[in-house]
């Protein structure tokens, strides 16, 4: 599955080996040295059909003859590690922001919840 699709908004659809189209989440598009990469889940609908383990797919995001955007298959193993790596990273980093700000507002309601103090 490749080389055909790109994004209708926030989804798109890639045609398989056997002519049947697939409708997938676009996650995130990255940027891994210079060359920037789609990652893809599976569209609700098509999730226990394609892929049961949940898991999402990378794409790198090339250009065809027309100058038009297309996702390619990535082929060789240490190119996907590199950008599984940075994605699990940014995840993690915005994983953490949002535990970060999650104690902060507890912090602020527990804050609001004493009340003024009296003199």
Do not use: C
């Not at 990469?37 to 250009?63: K, T």
């Not at 955007?69 to 949002?98: K, M, P």
């Amino acid at each position: 599955m490749a080389d055909e699709a790109w994004m209708d908004e926030d989804h798109v659809i890639l045609t398989d080996e056997d002519g049947k189209e697939h409708t997938f989440e676009v996650v995130d598009v990255i940027e891994v040295q210079n060359k920037e990469y789609a990652i893809l889940a599976p569209a609700e609908e098509e999730e226990e059909e394609l892929d049961p383990s949940g898991e999402a797919m990378i794409f790198r995001i090339d250009h065809d003859d027309e100058g038009e955007q297309v996702l390619v298959e990535i082929e060789d193993d240490e190119e996907w590690e590199r950008v599984a790596a940075e994605y699990d990273r940014l995840v993690e980093e915005e994983d953490e922001g949002d535990e970060e700000l999650e104690e902060e507002e507890d912090e602020e309601a527990d804050e609001g919840e004493e009340g003024p103090e009296e003199e």
